[in-house]
């Protein structure tokens, strides 16, 4: 059977957030515009299906969504019981104790609202409806929403519409703002910090701007520990050096990405670009393989928007590469 592939990210102190525990609803696209289903959370990035969230750990492993699943069921247990007591406070005749019962419980039903338009937003933007998409992450980002990680997690995920769209120069200004509120917070949120920084790296070669883009391709150092920013390190990498014309490394290296990227249901860029790496070195048989598989995974997913150098290149490639079979 065919694996299908990723398409390929929050509140003050006492405000719960899906955000502020190191953790984010990373979306996979899904093949229908059921949106009003919840889609599951795999249990690791291999398991993951067009049909999933992933979710994120500190140092952007993706992990188990129990504890994700016990925190949000905590929250919503927290907001009924500062209701509850809010109402005693109430039946009591003690104006102070209901003031701070309806404040706390104000802020508390903010965080758990806007968490909620987040991930519809993500829903909204890999079903490609990417208007909606807009309307609910520019709401996020007036008051009284907008808090100060609320709207680093808006700018992500507008970055994000951006790129869909093929405006890539808005995508790097939705990137560089998400980076510098990420950057902003404490305590960060590093995974998060790294993902805005990824992206702008490849809004920089889409938008034609390369020596930037390599820039701070160096700027984020060896790649992370995390098999999710492991992987988005990887495709970041290979697309600077597909723009640059000339290949970093060698073929271990590449193979390493290139096992990867067939491990995963969800690749397809990362398989396209390990592809490139290979024609590059001179090895036509691996690279024809990685290319059509690329091909096979992608699903209708807007690579000619989303990477434009490197839909090129395998459109240029595409011809030769079914002709190796």
């Known amino acids: 059977m065919r694996r299908r592939p990723m398409a390929s990210p929050e509140m003050q102190a006492l405000v719960p957030s899906p ?9 996979l696209r899904p093949r229908d515009p059921g949106l009003g289903c919840r889609l599951p959370i795999a249990r690791s990035l291999s398991e993951a299906t067009p049909r999933t969230l992933v979710s994120l750990d500190s140092r952007g492993r993706v992990r188990s969504p129990l504890r994700r699943t016990m925190e949000r069921a905590a929250a919503y247990g ?17 104006p102070l104790g209901m003031t701070i019962g309806l404040t706390a419980t104000a802020m508390w039903a903010h965080g758990v609202v806007v968490a909620r338009w987040l991930e519809r937003a993500s829903a909204l933007m890999i079903h490609g409806h990417l208007d909606q998409a807009e309307v609910l992450l520019r709401r996020c980002l007036q008051p009284p929403w907008g808090s100060h990680s609320v709207r680093a997690h808006a700018h992500l995920r507008l970055a ?45 070669v889409s938008a034609g701007r390369l020596a930037d883009a390599r820039i701070k391709m160096e700027e984020m150092g060896p790649p992370p520990e995390g098999d999710y920013l492991r992987m988005q390190h990887y495709m970041s990498e290979l697309y600077v ?36 790496g290979y024609f590059k070195l001179g090895e ?18 807007p690579l000619d928007r989303m990477m434009p150098p490197l839909w090129q290149w395998m459109e240029r490639k595409r011809k030769e590469a079914q002709g190796g079979d």
Do not use: K, N
Not at 245 to 261: C, V
Not at 284 to 301: K, P
């Open 241 to 276: 050096a597909l723009a640059d014309g000339r290949m970093p490394f060698g073929d271990q290296p590449l193979w390493e990405r290139a096992h990867m990227a067939l491990q995963l249901s969800a690749a397809a860029p990362l398989l396209a670009l390990c592809a490139w």
């Open 160 to 204: 994000g519409v951006a790129t869909r769209r093929g405006d890539h120069l808005m995508a790097l200004a939705e990137a560089q703002a998400a980076i510098a509120l990420f950057e902003e917070e404490r305590p960060r949120q590093v995974q998060f910090l790294q993902v805005s920084r990824y992206q702008e790296v490849r809004a920089l």
């Open 19 to 27: 955000d502020r525990d190191s953790e984010e609803e990373l979306a």
């Open 284 to 301: 036509q048989d691996m690279a024809w393989h990685l290319l059509q598989t690329a091909y096979d995974r992608l699903d209708g997913e």
């Open 78 to 94: 927290a907001l009924g019981l500062m209701g509850s007591m809010t109402l005693v406070s109430a039946s009591l005749g003690d």
